[in-house]
């Protein structure tokens, strides 16, 4: 057996500039919250990684927190922002000022965009977006004649990244993970990222069954609480409160810099 436990540290350093990050998780449910305070510290410390994009089904506070610290440049996901509780305020604010790019991205471009990576092609094509706008705000995605009934399709290109992070209820050393049933896109993640990292509630010597395997997984690490305040069902439930704090104190860098103090403690 191949031990693959690392420290956040280790971790953190794996990241590259100007590489994508790709986030597991949905929402406000298995965030790598752990993960991204580390990859902060590092960043606070080294000024690296910078210029990221950053790449999520879903987007929320794991997300938020990385693009008030300034270590985004560009962002992939058809949602970002904090649900129930509101709007994600730090993306609001750069997004708004044009200070950030944001690729538009729905869940049909994603999905097919993942599985062509998955099929080792450099496309899928569908008939998502046709009829639509968004291939103006996307000119790099292009269209394809169905060589069978010449029907117009979009192409949809294949989406990779450099790194994946993703938050498990239970792991072994080896890199076998237990995610849950929601499992989000997090399985296709791991497929389609050079560097998949799994951050765990617990980390015990063997697994009977497993979501993620240790064939794909560079490391593990021990991550007790390691989503709050987002959820980790069933372990524990979303701290709402946490999150409230979150929105109300924060709105632009200056308070959101006061908040991130007291959150890693820099």
Sequence with gaps: MIDKT???????KQVPSGGTLALGGMTNYRRPMAFTRALIRRYRETGEPKDITLL???????SDLLVGA????????CYFGLEIFGLAPMFTYYANRGLIEVIEETEASLALGLRASLAGIGFLPARAWIGTDL??????VRTIIDPYTD??????????ADVAVIHALKADPEGNAIIGSNKAVDEELTLAAENIIITSEEIVPQLERADLIAPFTDSVVSAPQGALPTSCHPLYQIDGDALLDYVEQVSDPDTFEAYLTKLIKL
């Design 6 to 12: 690392a420290t956040f540290t280790e971790v953190a």
């Design 56 to 62: 999520c089904f879903t987007a929320g506070i794991e």
């Design 70 to 77: 300034g270590m985004v440049s560009r962002v992939r996901t």
């Design 135 to 140: 291939p103006e705000l996307r000119p790099d």
């Design 151 to 160: 029907e117009t399709l979009i192409a949809f290109p294949a989406i990779k």
